[in-house]
T-cell receptor, first 115, second 111 residues
């Protein structure tokens, strides 16, 4: 079945360590996104990519990095520079990057806890 | 600045109707979306309004008034499985068409 797969579902990290969250989609969507969700808050955009080998910073990109070498994959690295990385991370994709209904298709999320 | 306001929590009874409001302040409004998210789960798309009026999809309807910068999600014949958080999100032209999200409304349904 088509969809978005995020891994791992749960991740624990020590302070000072980098960690990479995986996001793979087989929906043949052009655009992919990473969001961060904190309790009681809306989603905040970290990075997005509308085409392979290109990506743009969202509202809270500091301390994060991404790559988009393949259409299907958009991994997110949470670096040690991110001061408060404990959060729920959501990856999403959409068939068009700029216009349309605004429908995003989400993965099940990765919950990162920094010890 | 750009902001969306929605109530933090709404309580309703099973079988009833509930309305979740969303007011927005954005510089380049393009459309209003609604998403549902169950605890610990992924948000799922419910509806999208770009023009004024009511859009109906089964038990769920969504309304938009661009002149009032206001929209709402209407849920009818509430079922216990509708207990979730509901987010409004504006697609904003001035943010390169990216979505700006409200903080979400937790819908609690009582039997």
């Amino acid at each position: 079945d088509g969809g978005i797969t995020q891994s791992p579902k749960y991740l624990f990290r020590k302070e000072g360590q980098n960690v990479t969250l995986s996001c793979e989609q087989n929906l043949n969507h052009d655009a992919m996104y990473w969001y961060r969700q904190d309790p009681g808050q809306g989603l905040r955009l970290i990075y997005y990519s509308q085409i392979v080998n290109d990506f743009q910073k969202g509202d809270i990109a500091e301390g994060y990095s991404v790559s988009r070498e393949k259409k299907e994959s958009f991994p997110l690295t949470v670096t040690s520079a991110q001061k408060n990385p404990t959060a729920f991370y959501l990856c999403a994709s959409s068939p068009t990057g700029e216009i349309g209904t605004g429908e995003l298709f989400f993965g099940e999320g990765s919950r990162l806890t920094v010890l | 600045g750009q902001s969306l306001e929605q109530p933090s929590e709404v309580t309703a009874v099973e079988g009833a109707i509930v309305q979740i409001n969303c007011t927005y302040q954005t510089s380049g409004f393009y459309g209003l979306s609604w998403y549902q998210q169950h605890d610990g789960g992924a948000p799922t798309f419910l509806s999208y309004n770009a023009l004024d009026g009511l859009e109906e999809t089964g038990r769920f309807s969504s309304f938009l008034s661009r002149s009032d910068s206001y929209g709402y999600l209407l849920l009818q014949e509430l079922q216990m499985k509708d207990s979730a958080s509901y987010f409004c999100a504006v697609r904003d032209l001035d943010s390169n068409y990216q979505l700006i999200w409200g903080a979400g409304t937790k819908l609690i349904i009582k039997p």
